[in-house]
């Protein structure tokens, strides 16, 4: 690839709050459940030498819930089945063995992992429903950013930067806006940390030749990290944005395409004497 074609860095990133609202690894959430679960154990201890309580396991659902509001599902049944593990070799009778002397006991353990299972699913959801709600609102707030810089005659040398931002944020996810010049593109804004390899050139070519999407890591296009979708402006020239959706913490999106549909026709209603940097 020819050395022109290195992605400009001069763009300020912008961090991403929905990327940081999923920035948490899934390492991190499994560890930070574990250790709820050994607060709990803790707590239980605590209040089992203080006053004899039949609920005792109850405990045991508080790191259930705390695991399903921040960390997700995964990370809340983890805590779920090792509490009842917990609470039945600790404190079940015989103590310090997984054996229940007791069949009420068996009723207790069963209705633990009962109420455990229910508390992590409906944390999970209020999660999930909060996660998607935040990224809704962050994707709003790109696109009227983006919006606002085309209403206001933005220079496109501000314009395509500013709209490889807005990508970047709608999508937690590295992203880039290559421009046609004499039959080759050129990045002329990026966000991310977005890097452009060879592969990712030559499919970002085909996309603009053919005018159709490439998605990254599926054949022909294999090698390439980054999906492409060719734009035509009112002005003439012919742009490649690029989004590095392999990257996204939660994943690929199921429809990308809406999204970066809307991005590009902010690109395209921008004014006709507008030039994209060269």
Request: no cysteine; glycine share 6%; charged share 15%.
């Given at each position: 690839m020819p050395s022109d074609l290195?992605?400009?860095?001069?763009?300020?990133?912008?961090?991403?709050?929905?990327?940081?609202?999923?920035?948490?690894?899934?390492?991190?959430g499994y560890a930070l459940s574990l250790a709820l679960v050994g607060a709990a154990?803790?707590?239980?201890?605590?209040?089992?030498?203080?006053v004899q309580t039949p609920n005792l396991s109850l405990v045991f659902v508080l790191p259930v819930i705390g695991a399903a509001l921040s960390f997700g599902w995964g990370p809340a049944l983890m805590s779920a089945l090792l509490g009842v593990a917990v609470f039945d070799f600790l404190f079940v009778e015989?103590?310090?063995?997984?054996?229940?002397?007791?069949?009420?006991?068996?009723?207790?353990?069963?209705?633990?992992?009962?109420?455990?299972?229910?508390?992590?699913?409906?944390?999970a959801q209020s999660r999930r429903r909060a996660v998607e709600a935040r990224r809704a609102a962050e994707q709003a707030e790109a696109l009227h950013d983006l919006a606002h810089g085309v209403i206001r005659a933005a220079p496109s040398?501000?314009?395509?930067?500013?709209?490889?931002?807005?990508?970047?944020?709608?999508?937690?996810?590295?992203a880039l806006i290559l421009v046609e010049k004499a039959g080759t593109l050129?990045?002329?804004?990026?966000?991310?940390?977005?890097t452009l390899?060879?592969?990712?050139?030559?499919?970002?070519?085909?996309a603009l030749a053919n005018g159709k999407p490439t998605r990254a890591e599926t054949?022909?296009?294999d090698q390439a990290a980054f999906d492409f979708w060719p734009v035509a402006t009112t002005s003439g020239r012919r742009l490649v944005l690029g989004v590095k959706l392999a990257a996204r913490a939660e994943g690929r999106p199921d429809t990308p395409d809406r999204l970066v549909d809307l991005v590009a026709g902010y690109l395209a209603a921008a004014r006709d004497g507008r030039r994209t940097p060269a």
């Open positions: 290195a992605v400009p860095s001069s763009t300020p990133d912008l961090e991403a709050p929905n990327a940081r609202l999923a920035g948490t690894s899934a390492v991190t154990t803790i707590a239980a201890f605590v209040v089992d030498h203080i015989p103590r310090l063995s997984f054996e229940v002397a007791n069949p009420t006991d068996l009723w207790a353990l069963a209705l633990l992992l009962l109420v455990a299972a229910i508390a992590s699913t409906v944390g040398q501000d314009l395509i930067p500013m709209a490889a931002r807005s990508l970047g944020r709608i999508f937690a996810a590295p050129r990045p002329a804004g990026s966000s991310g940390g977005a390899t060879p592969a990712d050139h030559e499919a970002a070519q085909w054949y022909p296009f």
